[in-house]
């Protein structure tokens, strides 16, 4: 028998390859503002950190750099956009849908630095939004990541005695670790089903 009541998964790069969807988003979005962003700069810059300090950055991209507001006045087009992309193609592949599925025996989450406006949708379209117990988004806490406060606050609603974290960002695992937890680093979505599966039937 697994040794943990609770796995609370990040969710862009853990479940689902979600950041190119944010990174076509954002780059659609920034257009009419002139800002143009690469994939490597999106990858090297953005990826784990909550978006206000995404916009931070994008308006420094320019010379003299954009005021704030006027880059954070595209965050509602560039979530349109995304929840468009998810609905119609969702990020999950077939192998993680059906591993969720499988988990049913596990209080399960789903922590993560982006707005539970995008997580629940996405999930909702690839049919595993009722696996979880808890979804928490950056409205859901005052702090979020690196903070423990999203990780802390899922563990409080599904009322976890040992749990397992999995995270793929710097950001996320001082979050969970700083909760408590156990934390499960993921380099890909694709390595997920594999390095849990291992992490459940392991004893140590």
Not at 22 to 28: L, M, T, V
Not at 54 to 71: C, G, I, N, S
Not at 151 to 168: F, N, P, Q, S
Request: aromatic share 8%; glycine share 6%.
């Amino acid at each position: 028998m697994s040794r943990y009541d609770a796995i609370l998964f990040d969710f862009d790069g853990v479940l689902a390859d979600t950041e190119p969807v944010h990174f076509a988003s954002w780059a659609e979005a920034l257009q009419p503002l002139g800002i143009r962003i690469t994939w490597e700069m999106f990858e090297k810059y953005c990826i784990g950190i909550p978006d206000r300090q995404v916009a931070e950055f994008f308006r420094k991209l320019v010379d003299p750099p954009l005021d704030y507001a006027a880059v954070w006045a595209q965050k509602p087009l560039k979530r349109r956009l995304f929840l468009t992309k998810v609905k119609q193609k969702p990020p999950f592949s077939d192998h993680v849908i059906e591993f969720v599925k499988s988990l049913a025996d596990y209080k399960l989450a789903v922590v993560s630095a982006s707005s539970r406006v995008e997580l629940e949708p996405a999930l909702e379209a690839a049919g595993i939004l009722g696996c979880f117990g808890a979804v928490i988004g950056t409205e859901d806490v005052e702090r979020t990541k690196p903070a423990p406060d999203p990780y802390l606050r899922a563990i409080e609603l599904l009322g976890v005695r040992r749990g397992l974290a999995v995270e793929d960002s710097e950001a996320g695992i001082a979050s969970a670790t700083a909760a408590g937890l156990d934390v499960l680093r993921i380099q890909d979505p694709s390595q997920t089903v594999s390095l849990v599966e291992a992490r459940l039937r392991s004893r140590l």
